[in-house]
């Protein structure tokens, strides 16, 4: 429990005061869901989820204590702080799992050093095909921006289907009973890293290769 600067009304850890509105002090361990007032679920209607950012946002706003007690002013001001930090976080389903894996202790540079085995041949084919690119000229040139360009399909496609597998994932964590680190939680975790490394790859593929193309474009 927490108590209001304002009120002095004790109760649950919260961004606003519920009885009078005003910033309440920031405990370390709130995390962004109970920050932007959603329970700990990794399934969210991002509809709702803007919704409260921006009903929250005008509440905390520090414009409205510009005359409040200078305690007050500093609440506001962090609160509203990890209040946008939060709804970047869980708008966003990639750095939502990330920050999941944050709140179970994981991270996925532990299991990210490596190029995952069953990307590594696209991986490896497409930058050639980029280096061939920058090389390129007349009808090769043609011929070969074709071939990238499809390539970039093949990729969004593949981005879309690990997207799909995500929110699998996501219901899966939703939908277990084990939260003390059981086997369940331990198979979703490595389910989890292995999803969100290869989007890692493929998000810089697809930016190598827009600007790959851009290059040639601008040539």
């Known amino acids: 429990m927490i108590q209001c600067p304002?009120?002095?009304?004790?109760?649950?850890?919260?961004l606003i005061c519920a009885s009078c509105d005003s910033p309440l002090p920031v405990p370390a361990d709130l995390d962004?869901?109970?920050?932007?007032?959603?329970?700990?679920?990794?399934?969210?209607?991002?509809?709702?989820?803007?919704?409260?950012?921006?009903?929250?946002?005008?509440?905390?706003?520090?414009d409205r204590f510009a005359s409040s007690a200078p305690n007050v002013?500093?609440?506001?001001?962090?609160?509203?702080?990890?209040?946008?930090?939060?709804?970047?976080?869980l708008r966003d389903p990639?750095?939502?799992?990330?920050?999941?894996?944050?709140?179970?202790?994981?991270?996925?540079?532990?299991?990210?050093?490596?190029?995952?085995p069953d990307l590594a041949e696209t991986v490896f084919e497409v930058q050639e095909q980029l280096s061939d690119l920058r090389d390129a000229s007349g009808d090769a040139a043609i011929e070969l921006r074709s071939e990238v360009e499809q390539r970039r399909v093949e990729v969004s496609s593949a981005m879309e289907e690990l997207g799909a597998q995500l929110a699998r994932n996501f219901s899966r964590w939703d939908a277990s009973t084990s939260s003390n680190g059981g086997n369940d939680n331990r198979n979703l975790v490595a389910e989890l890293k292995a999803i969100l490394s290869k989007i890692a790859y493929l998000r810089t593929l697809l930016r190598d290769i827009d600007r790959g193309l851009e290059t040639l474009r601008a040539a």
Request: proline residues 6%; hydrophobic residues 30%; charged residues 25%.
């Open 32 to 62: 962004c869901f109970s920050a932007l007032g959603f329970p700990r679920r990794l399934t969210i209607d991002t509809d709702a989820l803007e919704t409260s950012y921006h009903e929250l946002g005008r509440k905390i706003h520090p």
């Open 73 to 89: 002013r500093a609440l506001s001001l962090s609160g509203t702080a990890l209040l946008t930090r939060s709804y970047r976080t």
């Open 94 to 116: 990639v750095s939502r799992g990330l920050y999941w894996l944050e709140l179970n202790g994981e991270k996925l540079a532990e299991n990210n050093k490596n190029v995952p």
């Open 6 to 14: 304002s009120c002095a009304r004790p109760q649950e850890p919260r």
